[in-house]
Nanobody, 127 residues
């Protein structure tokens, strides 16, 4: 069973950068695609970025494409989200999640495709 712990959130001015980390415990981390989601106050949780188990495929929401980069280090059981050129509308609680199906070769983007979630980390972007 994979357990996930996010870190790296905080308060940043518009145009700034943050790097989120998600540390995973459990021997199956390297077999699962991983995703980052976010949930702003009063809104539904939405997909941000995903990476396949091998790191060979990446996928981004249109709203973050070109600004955010997802990566993973399977030796360290960690997935990252580098966020640049942050905007106030990026303000949300960010969650990492593990794909429910091992060794999937594509990135899935719906909440129901992920069955293990971290506790979330707050990102606040001031204007």
């Amino acid at each position: 069973q994979v357990q996930l712990v996010e870190s790296g959130g905080g308060l940043v001015q518009a145009g700034g950068s943050l790097r989120l980390s998600c540390a995973a415990s459990g021997r199956t981390f390297s077999s699962n695609a991983m995703g980052w989601f976010r949930q702003a106050a009063g809104k539904e949780r939405e997909f941000v970025a995903g990476i396949t188990w091998s790191g060979g495929r990446l996928y981004y929401a249109d709203s973050v494409k070109g600004r955010f980069t997802i990566s993973r280090d399977n030796a360290k059981n960690t997935v990252y989200l580098q966020m640049n050129s942050l905007k106030p509308e990026d303000t949300a609680v960010y969650y990492c999640a593990a794909d429910r199906r091992p060794l999937r070769v594509v990135v899935v983007t719906t909440v129901d495709d992920y069955d293990r979630w971290g506790q979330g980390t707050q990102v606040t972007v001031s204007s």
